[in-house]
């Protein structure tokens, strides 16, 4: 084995590897030269996505000529002087090693000129070798050009994703930025699309909504000044969450970050208010002193550290318990859900929901209704197991049932011929809506429901992209979706079994399930598909929502005719069961 050096060429393509993921890497590394250069007002032009052109423009301090020749070196920058300012940085960028790596992998443009110069100057490189350094007019600032990425480096470009989710990626730095820095302005746009364009000095709140439209209107103010950190921002009102943690952002000394540490003293805060599911959303400013917080953990400074992040999760905790306290307020006892004539074939026929409470107080004494099994399932639906077959999936092959009543309006108790069952209705029926919609998409005969007014609601741009990505997947499943202006959706069309009442929550939980499903490695649509049946589930009954002594029979009825009749599809029991013996050894008979 022979060690040798690596070619200089080679050098520079690993290093471009390090910085330059995709055209969002290239925005980022930008945008921060541009903040770092004081601008207050920065501009981005992108084709393809970002992969034929990218253009920054700002109107920073600029670049005189010598400065200029040197920024495409590695390992130059202006940010730090000794080992020691490394333990205190106050900049964006601080590694040298940005436009030597964008350069190495595109066709590279850059023209910058001071205040102080009567001319400005245009540098252009391609793949890293400088071509030539020009004298030319342009006001004071400076502007990126970058042309046709990885042009030199093929294989970089199979590893790209499809330009909706590419441009998704750059509209989320620009973001990330635009609330991180409320002071400068923000523009983005592609093709000739306008997709962002914020002014300077413009308060947080209204840049969150500016930006972020269709999250919500219910916001909670933070202005806190702990012992080592200070905290300004907002977070949401309870009923705002969401299933994942896409929405909570979190900026240090201006800088965007991820934090496992912030994130779990944020959702710490909202304990007992939130469902162990949802998560609140959040965009929260910390200013701490650089010495307390290490930046340089993460190749991309993705990441930080805190040196003291007990202490750091205390206050911001505190921080956030304060505008809970100044601010929540529960809402108001949600109207009880009501319940159609029909719930399609799913559950058979239902009659219209009568009161529980009345029922028991014309009759005291708990009503017993008797239902015979027809072993031989007469009138069963095409391809749905028979009875006899399902009867031989349950224990003690069961032929009768009769209801002996229910308790909390949630769990009914069922006699059968060997012993006794608890059913919990909402996870009973969760399982027959679920199976009745998987057999229909599977056989292509998916019942859909047309909307008479069909419902349009906006969304946040990174949430609008990702839908419109996957309209097709989403068609096949039921629900037809269609671009309705700029950031807005709408939906005409439906499964038949979900409540249009819940439409808007039910689009945003499948959003939440695809951001979750994209980050795992082995993610594919089939996922996604068995993700959204499940969530178009969600108009099974729920607990405490009051059902006739016709509805249950039915949906026992419909419950043994499935082939896993047994848990929810999410695994909860359906039926727990209880033979005379159990009772005998439970009451110490035995």
């Not at 250069?37 to 700002?58: M, P, Q, W, Y």
């Not at 096949?476 to 939906?491: K, M, R, S």
């Not at 419909?558 to 695994?571: A, F």
């Amino acid at each position: 084995m022979n060690i040798h050096i690596l070619d200089e060429e080679i050098i520079k393509r690993i290093a471009a590897g390090e910085v330059v993921e995709r055209p969002a890497s290239v925005v980022k590394e930008l945008v921060e030269n541009a903040l770092d250069a004081r601008a207050k007002k920065i501009s981005l032009e992108l084709r393809g996505a970002g992969r034929l052109l990218i253009r920054l423009g700002d109107d920073g301090m600029g670049m005189e000529k010598e400065d200029l020749l040197i920024s495409v070196q590695r390992h130059t920058t202006s940010k730090i002087q000794r080992v020691e300012d490394m333990d205190a940085i106050t900049s964006l960028g601080f590694r040298g090693e940005a436009l030597y790596s964008i350069a190495a992998v595109s066709r590279m443009e850059i023209t910058t000129r001071t205040k102080d110069s009567v001319v400005a100057h245009r540098l252009r490189v391609e793949g890293g070798k400088v071509l030539d350094c020009l004298e030319v007019g342009a006001p004071v600032g400076t502007t990126v050009e970058i042309r046709d990425l990885f042009w030199n480096t093929p294989a970089r470009l199979k590893f790209l994703k499809s330009p909706q989710t590419e441009l998704n990626h750059v509209f989320e730095v620009m973001a990330h930025h635009a609330l991180a820095r409320s002071d400068v302005g923000f523009q983005l746009r592609e093709c000739e699309r306008s997709l962002m364009d914020v002014a300077p000095n413009q308060d947080l709140l209204s840049r969150i909504k500016n930006i972020y439209q269709g999250l919500g209107e219910e916001w909670m103010g933070l202005d806190f000044k702990g012992e080592t950190l200070q905290v300004k921002g907002y977070v949401s009102h309870p009923k705002m969450a969401r299933g994942d943690r896409s929405y909570q952002f979190f900026f240090v000394n201006g800088r965007p970050v991820k934090s496992p540490a912030l994130s779990y003293a944020l959702e710490a805060s909202f304990h007992s208010l939130l469902p162990e599911a949802k998560r609140p959303l959040a965009f929260l400013l910390i200013q701490i002193d650089p010495r307390e917080v290490d930046v340089n953990v993460h190749p991309a400074k993705r990441e930080v550290r805190f040196k003291s992040p007990s202490i750091v999760q205390d206050q911001l905790r505190e921080a956030v318990r304060r505008a809970l306290s100044i601010s929540y307020a529960p809402s108001s006892p949600s109207t009880p859900s009501v319940w159609p004539d029909r719930v399609r074939e799913a559950v058979g026929t239902y009659f219209q929901s009568q009161s529980h409470s009345s029922e028991m107080k014309e009759s005291p004494a708990p009503r017993l209704w008797v239902k015979s099994m027809d072993r031989h399932g007469s009138g069963k639906s095409e391809g749905a197991l028979s009875q006899e077959a399902a009867l031989e999936n349950f224990p003690q092959r069961v032929r009768s049932f009769r209801v002996l009543g229910c308790f909390d309006d949630l769990y009914w108790v069922i006699e059968w011929e060997d012993g006794l069952s608890l059913m919990d209705q909402h996870a009973a029926h969760e399982r027959v809506l679920y199976e009745k919609y998987l057999k229909d998409w599977r056989s292509r005969k998916l019942e859909v429901q047309p909307l008479l007014l069909p419902t349009n609601f906006e969304l946040a741009r990174e949430d609008h992209g990702l839908l419109l990505e996957h309209q097709g997947l989403l068609k096949n499943l039921g629900f037809g979706l269609e671009e309705f202006g700029d950031g807005a959706l709408l939906i005409n069309q439906v499964p038949s079994y979900c409540q249009t009442q819940q439409l808007k929550e039910l689009i945003l939980d499948i959003l939440d399930d695809l951001k979750t499903l994209r980050k795992t490695f082995s993610f594919n649509e089939s996922q996604l598909e068995e993700k959204i049946m499940l969530r178009a589930c969600k108009s099974a009954v729920k607990a405490h929502d009051t059902m006739t002594s016709e509805e249950i029979e039915r949906l026992v009825d419909d419950l043994l005719t499935l082939e896993l009749p047994y848990t929810c599809p999410h695994g909860r029991p359906t039926l727990i069961k209880f033979t005379a013996n159990d009772l005998a050894k439970m009451f110490k008979r035995k």
